[in-house]
């Protein structure tokens, strides 16, 4: 049984492109959520998908989007790269209201 | 939004020594995690623990929810224990409003042969 999966582990882009990261839950979690970890610190909410809308989103701007596909797989787009955005992005699934699992997380690094 | 605060923020231990990392939250919680990240950023699940208490060979943990506060232990640390331990909390709203976990700002702990 595969856990969550993320792609892909390391990233460099360059400020104002776009960036997608992609997530697989684990096998029969429903609840996709996306996390964003800057050095030092705990990870941040972004924003939590089930049933394929967006339910819950923390304090990040529109330029964070998200998708869940009818399989569960999520992806996290940003819009016009900031060097703030250079972060550990993290996915987490679980069934809903239950325990999270996280992925290995992709290091994106905006230069 | 409901604070979460792990003390204490750095610790050194020497091998074999035991440890108690804390974690104070602010508001009632249905959930608690206690995650240790690696050095390649993995969360490791450690345990899952909205109340009571669990042990898990060398780790245990106490949830005390009325009190807002939880407790991890480390007996016998190993050199592969360093890393950060991070505490995260979650408040079920209802079916459809999401449920975020909220971390805390980890303890760094570093085990010294």
């Known amino acids: 049984d595969a856990g969550v999966t993320q792609s892909p582990t390391h990233l460099i882009k360059t400020r104002g492109q776009q960036v997608t990261l992609r997530c697989s839950p684990k096998?029969?979690?429903?609840?996709v959520s996306w996390y964003q970890q800057a050095l030092g610190q705990g990870p941040q909410f972004i924003f939590q998908?089930?049933?394929?809308?967006?339910?819950q989103r923390g304090n990040f701007p529109d330029r964070f989007s998200g998708h869940q596909f009818p399989n569960y797989s999520s992806e996290l787009n940003v819009n016009a790269l900031l060097l703030g955005d250079s972060a550990l992005y993290l996915c987490?699934?679980?069934?809903?209201?239950?325990?999270?699992?996280f992925g290995q997380g992709t290091r994106l690094t905006v230069v | 939004g409901i604070q979460v605060e792990q003390s204490p923020p750095d610790l050194i231990l020497q091998e074999g020594a035991n440890s108690t990392l804390r974690c104070n939250f602010s508001d009632s919680v249905n959930n608690l995690q206690w995650f240790h990240q690696n050095p390649w950023g993995q969360l490791i699940n450690l345990f899952y623990i909205p109340s009571g208490t669990k042990q898990n060979g060398r780790l245990s943990a106490t949830t005390v929810a009325t009190e807002r506060y939880s407790l991890l232990y480390i007996s016998s640390s190993q050199t592969t224990d360093s890393g950060v331990y991070f505490c995260a909390v979650r408040r079920f709203m209802n079916n459809n409003a999401g449920n975020m976990l909220t971390f805390g700002g980890g303890t760094r702990l570093m085990v010294k042969p």
């Open positions: 998908y089930y049933e394929e809308e967006e339910r």
């Open positions: 987490a699934s679980s069934p809903l209201g239950g325990r999270a699992f």
């Open positions: 096998s029969g979690h429903d609840t």
